[in-house]
């Protein structure tokens, strides 16, 4: 294997870690599963990037997390996104394992939650920009269900990962797409 390929392998899995710690972050049960690559200058700044009407923002370390105070989003909806530098050469098959890693873990550390992969989407390739979308549902051990959008956004300025959860599959879907438009447009090429 060449020098390139081990670099964007090895920066692959570092990235896919950091979403597994990232996420189990912001879920709530935890510390950091694995080191997480530096985080783009965008996301070092005390304000967000962007903040849509109606939730209110939280920082934790590098994750901008949203609650949603509004009807229309769903009462107990969150969003959180997080970007990184660019370069990450990850592809639909590693992002779906990626996915099942993720669950395992997720499992494991509560036991007794069901977690189901409804469904992985993405762009095939490797040219940017491309985007991967996971969608779960998960049913803890008190038999509560959330539903859960997990993203991946990969652009020539950088990536951003994309969680949406909420207790109905819609609002997690509408939340994820408000966001997920405005961190397009963060990853977006700047024009003059």
Same mark, same amino acid.
Request: with cysteine; charged share 20%.
């Given at each position: 294997? +060449? +020098? ?26 935890? *510390? ?39 009807? =229309? ?11 990184? +530098?660019?370069?990450?050469?990850? +592809? ?6 990626? =996915? ?11 036991? *007794? ?6 469904? /992985? ?17 998960? /049913? ?53």
């Amino acid at each position: 294997m +060449t +020098t390139a390929a081990l670099a964007c392998s090895r920066s692959d899995r570092m990235i896919a870690q950091s979403l597994l710690a990232g996420l189990l972050t912001v879920v709530g049960i935890g *510390g950091a599963v694995a080191q997480s690559p530096a985080p783009a200058p965008a996301a070092t700044t005390q304000r967000p990037p962007f903040a849509i009407s109606g939730w209110r923002y939280e920082r934790r370390a590098d994750t901008h997390l949203f609650r949603c105070e509004q009807p =229309q989003c769903g009462a107990g909806s969150k969003v959180s996104y997080r970007f990184y +530098t660019g370069g990450n050469q990850m +592809t639909l098959d590693q992002f779906r394992d990626s =996915q099942n890693q993720v669950i395992k873990a997720l499992e494991q550390r509560t036991p *007794g939650q069901r977690i189901t992969l409804l469904g /992985v989407d993405g762009d095939k390739g490797s040219s940017v920009p491309r985007m991967y979308k996971a969608r779960r549902l998960t /049913v803890t051990p008190g038999g509560a269900s959330e539903y859960q959008v997990n993203g991946l956004m990969l652009g020539a300025q950088g990536s951003a990962s994309l969680i949406s959860s909420a207790r109905d599959e819609k609002a997690s879907n509408d939340n994820y797409a408000k966001f997920a438009a405005a961190v397009k447009l963060v990853l977006a090429p700047k024009t003059r």
